[in-house]
């Protein structure tokens, strides 16, 4: 009996017109994220790869390394283009320096605010926003449509039960629905190849984590639309019903749990933040003045070494300053951090009262692009730093310069030009997203609360469905 | 005959159900917006201030001119309550200094990437998204629904024209779908007033302009509803015609538009611009020192075969003047790494512009992006919002260089500190006259570009002509078509 | 004949059947009616009298208040599926699925009755028995005509082969000529032994086929009449004597429709 209903329910929607109109607009819509996302990687790593070479020829043009000014950058990635999350908001330079706070900058939508205008079509906005309205519009009359039309007054002149019935139509639209989400989104992996995006496994398995969520959000907003259907008389009220819930899932609740987080979380402005450690750093410094003004050469010191002398005091002092603002700055930060933290923890709970924000937040979580990227890529740049710092102070001598450089410009010349400076030496920057392990238990929270909004709204339909007046 | 249409229609609309739904939503979403923009508008304004404060303080306290740093905001504008436009993923600080060019960065977005996860709802996102989407469900059926109901016969089994039945028909679902949404329309402007928001007058012609550029907006897909009512049979799939419409030219043609301008004219990042910034910059300086070098040697032949003391003297005459020598090419090194970063921004700008013009000029195929550009322009938050800032902070940079290289005249010598550096005295460490309290009461004030209303207007003018258009066209196409339809 | 036939057992029986709604409304008062194999059982009566109500609660879609609905002795309220293996209905309007075709519609149905043997031979038979065409086998349903689907109606049912038969105004809205047809069906399947329950507005043709009348005002059985009782019985006084409440409710749906035209 589930599975005849269960065939009819699959052989009315493949036959019916709105299938074959939404069906074509969703293939579309899917590939097209597919491409574009595609097209985005390879014009960001073409971007990308332009930069670096231009780095490098600005390192290879130097003959001192002391006067290198050195700068890494977040490698785009496929997963970012194809989920954007957080990526194209977060700076993707920082300027490298020895020791101290770094910065990262140049946001994309701050480069190229012309983006920010229409913003991209990822995967996150298709199934957001346009997958989970096709759900409505599929399934809003799946019940009083029959009704209106006689045929559950047919069927139920049979010995069919109604959790038989229910459950056939759930698992009908269900299955005919995700498998036709299916095809457009298999031909859109398998473009990725064929457009010259190589994923790795692990990145094969992310991206099907994230199907998998996109799809399990579809069947949410399914099984709402079905609830409705099964609780209304009129089709065209379940419609409405339906837009209004979706209006409010995707729209309003994430919006505004932000607004509720950030009433009730206070953070500290950000610039003042700053502008105390520029104070506190020029601050020591003045403190430091008559130390450098009663600077006296050691007697006895040979002049060629009196540069080293006088280089090596300097940095000893500006060791011993970035320690002080080293501590000074972790305590902000560290203020500054946990309230931020808490704030996001908190608006992150409270929107997940609405299932688009957990697949937001599955598919960010799994893509590497959720509000964890920012630190991710700042805990690689200070890794970074220390083995670039060390570099710098078996190639320069000083330890971990930037506090003072002095170049001196001798009279006497020798006529050698010296050779300039070979940039592959430099410790290389590798960027790795979060392992596929952690990244998908953390989405794993959203996965499951996905997957219990779906048990929740099937067990909704099958409630207003065995109360539903068959009349 | 038309007002017994008309009111009949009015009727029709009020005592159904997507009236009340409509209103409901409509009202909860634009006053939840509204109050949302004035949160961030206020919050942005107390960093903004905030700032100004910090910056004029870390003025106060320098104690020598070439340690003056000035930091340059970019001021929140009240309009952007209602369009947030590019507001919150445009840089909105930027240092004035000597070394660095001018560059806005730490966007809101940045600074808040929760505010990036959940992007703010803005007034012109519920009316571009969501009451386009209402005005379709309010028309879907206009035409072939009635027919379906069979009240099409009926009504025309009377002496009613087809011209004068279509209009009323329009004007009463324009004024059903219109009057509910300027309720919370004007509940919004009050909010506006309750929180003591600071309006110009021209702040408020904008509004006003964005109002009517709305209402224009959201006639524009009414009457698309009603020309695909009027070509189709069935309300069914009038109303899936009419989604497909929707998400094409709401979700999809403004972003392949300005992809596709993105595949077509690539624009280089700013980090490899800086880093071309960075070899000319280190090139130079090379150069410079190597000029320099060839300077003392110069100066060191002159003194060829003169005593210790000959010298001496000889160097104690020229001092002045080969500082000033040495100064001077040192300024023409800056101005030229200005000029050579200027000419490459300016490179990267003019090529920006020509990727934007295309983007935009893709985008209008859907009258959604002109909607959009013209609600931008009209709030001042519309792409170029960030190279207007640059602009403005550049000239500005100019002025207070200048000043500050007055000062550093006046004050007799250099900021910083001097390093001499002698085979006799060893090495000594000059810091100048630090302890100087400065005056700073002349130094030039950063004004924030200000766009003319008639400025905004004069940009806005081609998209709200073109939406009036297509809009009128539509209109005509409904009339036309209805003029053929089939009443059976 | 009705000697022969008075014995088999009842296929379809109400006993003391009421239906009180939530709003006070009393739907049926004690309806006692038998239905024996070979029989035609019509109900008379107007909008409202509560023939619906005795179909739909003997297909539980909606519960009695007291009293029983047995289909083939089965009580169809407490074991539903048990008893729906042994009837079949058409409605008043079959509307069916506008996208699938004729045989698709009829595939479904049929296995949903439990009869998943049939070949698509048996289909057409059924098909081209109850008059369909068969260009029209693989059209889809949202192309036919009303009397076409409502021939599809009755092929569902007959092929269903259920002992008992259920059939909602099932000439309602039809032409003479198909409203014709589908009493010879009826009158046929009848005389293969099904007990039908026909609920109708048409007193002509249920004074035809019909082997019992039973009109019934305000969820009443005012009356109940065997064929040998109508012989020679005006059948339309005998309604109208009974049908006091039914002309009322047209007079005032007559007045409402003037509104409407007027409204127009």
Redesign the interface.
């Known amino acids: 009996m589930f599975k005849l209903i269960f065939l009819k329910e699959l052989r009315d929607i493949i036959q019916s017109s709105r299938f074959t109109i939404s069906f074509a607009v969703c293939s579309v819509l899917i590939i097209l994220a597919f491409v574009m996302g595609a097209q985005n990687y390879l014009a960001s790593k073409a971007q990308y790869d332009a930069a670096i070479q231009e780095n490098r020829n600005q390192i290879a043009a130097n003959t001192e390394w002391m006067m290198v000014e050195h700068s890494i950058m977040l490698p785009p990635q496929p997963l970012m283009t194809l989920v954007n999350g957080v990526s194209n908001d977060i700076g993707r330079n920082i300027s490298m320096s020895g020791r101290g706070e770094l910065r990262s900058e140049n946001t994309r939508f701050n480069d190229e605010p012309i983006f920010a205008v229409f913003r991209f079509m990822d995967l996150e906005f298709i199934f957001g926003i346009i997958l989970s309205l096709f759900a409505i519009i599929f399934a809003y009359d799946a019940i009083n449509g029959e009704k209106n039309r006689g045929t559950l007054k047919l069927c139920f002149a049979n010995p069919v039960s109604r959790a038989g019935y229910i459950g056939g139509k759930l698992a009908g639209s269900f299955v005919g629905l995700s498998v036709a989400l299916l095809i457009p989104i298999l031909i859109g992996c398998a473009l990725l190849p064929v457009l010259g995006v190589q994923l790795s496994a692990d990145e094969w398995l992310r991206l099907a984590l994230i199907l998998i969520a996109g799809i399990a959000y579809f069947g949410v907003f399914l099984a709402i639309a079905i609830t409705i259907s099964a609780s209304t008389v009129k089709p065209s009220n379940a419609f409405l019903i339906g837009l209004v819930v979706w209006i409010f899932a995707v729209l309003i609740i994430p919006r505004t749990s932000v607004l509720i987080s950030g009433r009730i979380v206070d953070v500290p402005n950000v610039d003042e933040i700053t502008a105390q450690k520029n104070r506190y750093r020029s601050q020591l410094f003045d403190e430091d003045r008559p130390k450098m003004s009663n600077f006296q050469l050691p007697e006895g010191t040979e002049m060629e070494d009196a540069m080293g002398v006088f280089q090596s005091f300097m940095s000893d002092l500006s060791e011993a300053r970035q320690e002080k603002v080293d501590i000074f700055n972790a305590r902000l930060n560290e203020d500054y951090t946990n309230k931020k933290r808490q704030q996001e923890r908190l608006a992150l709970s409270l929107s997940r009262i609405s299932p688009t924000s957990a697949f937001t937040l599955a598919a960010t979580e799994l893509a590497g692009t959720s509000l964890t990227l920012q630190n991710h890529f700042m805990d690689a740049a200070y890794t970074y730093q220390e083995s670039y710092a060390d570099f710098m102070n078996e190639k320069t001598g000083s330890n971990r310069s930037s506090g003072f450089r002095m170049v001196m410009i001798t009279t006497d010349d020798t006529g050698e030009e010296p050779d300039p400076l070979d940039p592959d030496e430099l410790p290389q920057f590798t960027f790795e997203s979060q392992d596929v392990a952690s990244a998908s238990q953390a989405g794993m929270v959203d996965l499951s609360l996905l997957i219990l909004f779906n048990l929740i709204f099937f067990g909704g339909a099958f409630r207003a469905f065995l109360n539903y007046d068959l009349r | 005959m038309f007002s017994l249409l008309l009111q009949?229609e009015l009727k029709n609309i009020i005592t159904s159900?997507?009236f009340t739904?409509t209103f409901l939503?409509c009202s909860?979403?634009i006053l939840?917006s509204v109050f949302?923009g004035i949160?961030e508008y206020e919050n942005a304004v107390?960093?903004y201030q905030?700032?100004q404060e910090?910056a004029r303080q870390?003025i106060a306290?320098a104690t020598s001119w070439g340690?003056v740093r000035n930091l340059l905001h970019r001021e929140p504008n009240p309009v952007q309550i209602f369009v947030s436009?590019?507001h919150f993923?445009?840089?909105r600080?930027s240092s004035i200094s000597d070394y660095n060019d001018v560059k806005?960065?730490?966007?809101p977005?940045?600074?808040e990437?929760?505010?990036?996860?959940?992007?703010?709802?803005d007034f012109a996102f519920?009316v571009q998204?969501?009451l386009s989407?209402f005005a379709i469900?309010f028309t879907y059926d206009a035409i072939n629904g009635e027919r379906e109901q069979g009240?099409l016969k009926?009504?025309f089994?009377?002496s009613v024209s087809r011209a004068q039945y279509l209009l009323a028909k329009f004007s009463g679902i324009w004024l059903g779908l219109i009057f509910p949404l300027l309720i919370p329309i004007l509940l919004s402007l009050l909010l506006l007033l309750a929180f003591n928001v600071p309006l110009t007058t021209g702040d408020w012609m904008s509004i006003v302009t964005l109002i009517g550029l709305s209402i224009l907006y959201i006639t524009f897909f009414m009457v698309i509803g009603i020309l695909v009512s009027a070509i189709t049979r069935s309300s069914?799939?009038s109303f899936?015609?009419l989604?497909?419409i929707w998400?094409?030219g709401v979700?999809?043609i403004?972003?392949?538009?300005?992809?596709a301008?993105?595949?077509l004219v690539?624009?280089?990042?700013?980090?490899?611009i800086?880093?071309?910034q960075?070899?000319f910059r280190?090139?130079r300086w090379?150069q410079y020192?190597a000029e320099?070098?060839n300077v003392?040697?110069e100066r060191?032949a002159q003194m060829n075969g003169m005593t210790e003391d000959e010298r001496r003297a000889f160097r104690d005459d020229n001092e002045w003047t080969w500082l000033e020598e040495d100064d001077a090419s040192r300024k023409l090194v800056q101005a030229d790494i200005i000029t050579n970063n200027r000419r490459l921004l300016e490179e990267a700008q003019n090529r920006?512009k020509v990727?934007?013009q295309l983007?935009f000029i893709i985008?209008r195929i859907s009258p959604v992006?002109s909607y959009?550009?013209a609600a931008?322009k009209i709030a001042g938050t519309d792409?170029e919002?960030?190279s207007r800032y640059e602009e403005s902070m550049r000239a500005y940079k100019d002025d207070f260089s200048e000043y500050i290289q007055q000062k550093e005249a006046e004050g007799g010598g250099h900021g910083g500190?001097n390093?001499t550096?002698d085979?006799e005295q060893?090495?000594n460490?000059?810091?100048g006259r630090?302890d100087q309290t400065l005056d700073t009461s002349d130094m030039p004030q950063y004004q924030t570009p200000e766009l003319s209303l008639s400025a905004t207007l004069g940009a806005s003018l081609f998209d709200f002509g073109f939406l009036g258009f297509v809009t009128v066209l539509a209109f005509g196409g409904s009339v036309f078509a209805f003029l053929r339809y089939d009443l059976r | 004949m009705q000697n022969t036939t008075i014995k088999a057992a009842p296929l379809l029986e109400a006993i003391n059947l009421s239906k009180v709604y939530e709003d006070g409304v009393k739907a049926l008062n004690a309806l006692n009616v038998t239905v024996r194999e070979g029989e035609i059982y019509a109900m008379l009566g107007g909008n409202g009298a509560g023939k619906t109500t005795t179909i739909n609660i003997f297909l539980d879609f909606i519960q009695p208040t007291s009293g029983q609905a047995l289909i083939h002795g089965v009580n169809a309220n407490e074991l539903p599926l048990e008893a729906k293996k042994h009837v079949a209905f058409v409605s008043e309007n079959v509307q069916l699925y506008p996208n699938f075709t004729a045989m698709q519609n009829l595939d479904f149905f049929v296995r949903l009755g439990g009869k998943s043997n049939y070949k698509r031979g048996d289909y057409e038979n059924a098909l081209i028995r109850v008059g369909l065409q068969s260009d029209a086998f693989d059209k889809k349903l949202k192309d036919f005509s009303k009397g076409m689907r409502q021939k599809c109606g009755i092929a569902i049912a007959i092929l269903k082969d259920a002992p008992a038969i259920l059939l909602d105004e099932p000439t309602s809205g039809l032409d003479p000529k198909a409203g014709k047809e589908f009493t010879r069906l009826i009158a046929e399947l009848r005389d293969e032994g099904k007990a039908i329950l026909m609920s109708t507005h048409d007193i002509f043709r249920a004074k035809e086929i019909a082997d019992f009348v039973g009109i019934l005002n305000n969820g009443e059985l005012v009356a109940e009449k065997t064929r040998a009782e109508l012989e020679g019985v005006n059948l339309e006084d005998l309604y109208v004597e009974y049908m006091a409440g039914y002309m009322d409710e047209v007079a005032e749906n007559g007045s409402s429709l003037a509104n409407n035209l007027s409204e127009a």
């Open positions: 009949k159900p997507k739904a939503v909860v979403l939840i949302v949160n107390a960093q905030a700032n910090i870390d306290q340690r436009g590019v993923d445009v840089g600080v806005l960065s730490r966007s977005n940045s600074d990437t929760l505010f990036a996860i959940f992007r703010v709802i519920i998204i969501v989407l469900l009240t009926l009504a089994a009377n069914s799939l899936l015609l989604l497909v998400i094409g979700l999809i403004p972003r392949l538009g300005v992809m301008a993105g595949q690539p624009v280089e990042s700013v980090a490899q800086e880093a071309k960075e070899a280190k090139a090379d020192s320099l070098t003392w040697q060191e920006k990727q934007e983007a985008a992006a959009q550009l931008m792409v919002l960030k500190f390093i550096f085979s060893g090495l460490i000059d810091f630090n």
